[in-house]
């Protein structure tokens, strides 16, 4: 086997292509390219053990292995030793005819130890060099090295000469090694060896080798392995060995037999199986049930077909009817309607409804979907069990047969039938259902009484198909309905869909007498992130036009989507001064501070208190700021500002405590850093844009906050000009006020005096 020599070159490969050093291009050309073996030896042979050199020493060897003679062995044999160079030296050696290289290998096995040796051993094994016998021999009764006898080993096998086989099969015979590794080594050399016969056409040989394996001393999967292999070296006399491996006590030969069966090679399909299914009435039922799903797993026809009438007959017994079952998976489509029948002919209370659905699934598509729709329309559900009703239409719903759509209705709205039928039923329907039958899963859905689960079968239907072109049709749908329940599961259905075809058709349902009422709560809760601009605009356009009562679910909608959903800060104030301008009752106007809470900003307790000059509103106002103040996490002077209007202004104990622990807090954060951010801007002169906001939310109180000042952070204020970042800042230890100048895209690092 040439593995080892693979090995070789992939290191001296990846070797050459990641050293990091620069190399002179030029001298490393001409090695590439030089037809005379002097340059090469010289570039060995040249002092030196930096990377450089070592690199340039690699590509000499890789070159000496395409145009090296003896007059390079040397020099080569020389770097044998040297643990950097010696793969590249070996892989050299490896490549080169002359009988040279075979002895400078030879004498390193010899002279060498550690992993060097076992780099020439591999390399003598790759070559099979003459007079490798016995220098192989002396050095594995001269070294107890673990290693090197492995590598021995491999050698041994690789050489596969009769003298190298009667060697190691006499070391399979002497006492195990005490070291578990080399041991399988021997194991391995010896499967090397035999494949090795199988190539030079010696199946003879290969088997002796192969049956001498298949040895207790060896793993359990090496012995696997090996009865496997001696069962294929056989060729067209294979099946009497197959035949006595399913008998045998062993249970390695008796797995080792069952992999051969299902590999063995299809030109001899037919015999393998043949011999193997006359004494399969002569195995335990336990082993006959591995044997049946074997041979149906084989590729060849001429298998299957013979493998087909014996899972059939198999079905009827208990024992062995999962393992048919599991083999009809296989090969049922050979005769589809016939395994169907024979099939549900023996299924008991005891049968594996889950491996028969998998032999439904894998009939082919054509008359054997007629069938099953024929069969479902004949029975009478109500009366089969429940168990094997439910298995039907779940194979049903796994072929994907949509011709099966007006049966699962009729099963779904079948007085008396057991629930778990029915939702058989509907879960198949919700599966096959395509955009133009969508309404027959409606009609399935009437009689159901859990809307959780009806609203559930629907969305996981929906959400199969196209958005857009399912909530055209669902709209179809609600324009058909005809009471306020079906009116409210399209409506709902709609809302779960999303998009903006759907939220048409629940806006234009608001504005209906007939189904506001049904459509407005729809949109209270529409909860698609993608659909909220619309959304906000359908909410607002209720707020401001809508009759009274479904006007306040609409501002009570628009304050909701900027409550709940992400959104820019400065976008959700300005919604909440819209919602406050637009509603008409104090009770809705109040709901912005809520809005104002969820933002730990210092720009929402500012804007919180913009409304606290209202004497209704000044409450709520001193409360939403004291709540983000206890919240918030940066250093703010404004704050303390805000916090001590609120102890001035408001009327509540509890708010003024409050007030009073969050200035407290603020305080103690504030006079543990040493510097304090007053304000900040960005651009450029003339066109300075304010980002104190941005600054003060970003800085933590240490120097370096992570902040990179440019376009990223701020927004472009002067596209096309370079811009600068000035920030105020103002020391706590003496109080004094400094301006701080950063270049665009500049970390920002504060001074801490």
């Not at 002097?38 to 040249?46: D, K, N, R």
């Not at 090969?331 to 395994?339: F, H, I, N, Q, S």
């Not at 198909?465 to 079906?486: G, H, N, S, W, Y």
């Amino acid at each position: 086997m040439k593995k080892y020599a693979i090995f070789s070159l992939l290191f001296l490969l990846f070797s050459t292509v990641t050293v990091l050093a620069e190399i002179n291009s030029e001298k490393k050309q001409e090695i590439l390219d030089t037809k005379e073996c002097a340059p090469l030896i010289a570039a060995i042979q040249a002092p030196g053990d930096t990377p450089d050199d070592i690199f340039m020493k690699m590509l000499a060897c890789k070159r000496l292995a395409v145009i090296g003679t003896a007059e390079a062995v040397p020099s080569l044999e020389k770097m044998l030793a040297n643990p950097k160079l010696n793969h590249a030296a070996r892989f050299a050696l490896e490549q080169m005819p002359c009988a040279e290289s075979d002895q400078a290998l030879l004498r390193g096995v010899k002279n060498l130890s550690g992993q060097p040796a076992v780099g020439c051993i591999q390399s003598v094994g790759v070559k099979k060099s003459t007079g490798a016998m016995a220098v192989l021999k002396e050095k594995y009764a001269s070294c107890d090295c673990p290693k090197v006898r492995k590598a021995i080993y491999a050698a041994m096998g690789m050489i596969a000469s009769d003298e190298a086989i009667d060697w190691l099969m006499a070391r399979m015979k002497a006492a195990p090694d005490t070291d578990i590794h080399v041991w399988m080594g021997l194991g391995d050399a010896l499967l090397d060896a035999a494949e090795n016969c199988e190539k030079e056409g010696n199946y003879a040989k290969a088997i002796i080798i192969y049956d001498a394996c298949v040895n207790p001393v060896f793993p359990v999967f090496l012995q696997k392995a090996s009865a496997y292999h001696s069962i294929l070296a056989r060729k067209d006399k294979a099946a009497e060995l197959l035949v006595s491996k399913m008998f045998s006590p062993k249970e390695c030969c008796f797995t080792g037999g069952l992999k051969t069966i299902r590999e063995f090679e299809c030109a001899n399909g037919e015999m393998v199986t043949k011999a193997i299914l006359n004494i399969l009435e002569k195995l335990p039922a336990d082993r006959q049930s591995f044997v049946l799903m074997a041979i149906a797993e084989r590729e060849d026809e001429t298998s299957q077909k013979l493998i087909y009438p014996v899972l059939l007959a198999k079905l009827a017994n208990p024992k062995t009817q999962l393992a048919a079952l599991r083999g009809l998976k296989k090969v049922g489509g050979l005769d589809p309607l016939k395994t169907g029948e024979a099939v549900c002919k023996n299924i008991t209370a005891e049968t594996d409804l889950n491996a028969v659905i998998a032999v439904a699934e894998a009939l082919p598509a054509g008359i054997a979907d007629e069938k099953m729709v024929e069969l479902a329309q004949k029975a009478d559900f109500s009366k089969v069990p429940a168990a094997l009703g439910a298995a039907y239409l779940k194979a049903i719903e796994l072929r994907r047969i949509t011709a099966a759509g007006p049966v699962l209705v009729k099963i779904a709205n079948t007085e008396g039938i057991d629930s778990s039928v029915r939702d058989a039923a509907l879960y198949a329907l919700a599966d096959i259902v395509t955009l133009d039958s969508l309404d027959l899963l409606v009609d399935a859905l009437a009689n159901e009484k859990n809307d959780q689960k009806a609203s559930w079968i629907l969305r996981s239907a929906c959400t199969r198909l196209p958005r857009e072109e399912c909530a055209v049709q669902v709209t179809k749908l609600f324009e058909k309905a005809q009471t306020p329940v079906d009116q409210e599961k399209m409506l709902t259905l709609l809302k779960q869909i999303g998009g903006l075809t759907a939220l048409a058709c629940v806006e234009k349902a608001c504005w209906n007498e007939a189904t506001a009422d049904l459509a407005t709560k729809v949109l209270g809760t529409w909860n698609t992130p993608d659909d909220m601009k619309a959304v906000a605009a359908a909410s607002l356009k209720l707020a401001q036009k809508a009759p009274e009562h479904y006007a306040i679910r609409g501002i009570r909608s628009y304050v909701r989507i900027a409550r709940q959903f992400d959104l820019p800060a400065a976008q959700k104030f300005a919604m909440c001064r819209t919602a406050f301008e637009t509603a008409k009752r104090d009770s809705e106007k109040i709901l912005i501070f809520e809005v104002f809470k969820r933002i730990i900003e210092v720009s929402s307790a500012r804007e919180a208190m913009s409304y606290a000059e209202i004497p209704a509103f000044r409450e709520a106002a001193c409360d939403a700021c004291v709540a983000i103040a206890l919240k918030f996490q940066g250093i703010s002077e404004e704050f303390v500002t805000l916090l001590e209007r609120v102890i001035e202004i408001s009327q509540v104990e509890n708010t003024k405590s409050e007030a009073k622990r969050a200035l407290s807090r603020l305080d103690a954060m504030v006079k543990s850093v040493p510097v304090i951010i007053l304000s900040a801007r960005y651009g450029v002169e003339g066109k300075w844009k304010d980002v104190s906001d941005i600054v003060k939310k970003k800085f933590n109180g240490k120097s370096s906050f992570g902040l990179i000042a440019g376009n990223s952070a701020f927004g472009d204020s002067a596209p096309g000009q370079v811009k600068t970042t000035e920030i105020i800042v103002k020391f706590n230890a003496t109080g004094e006020q400094r301006k701080l100048v950063f270049e665009e895209n500049e970390a920002v690092i504060l001074p801490e005096k």
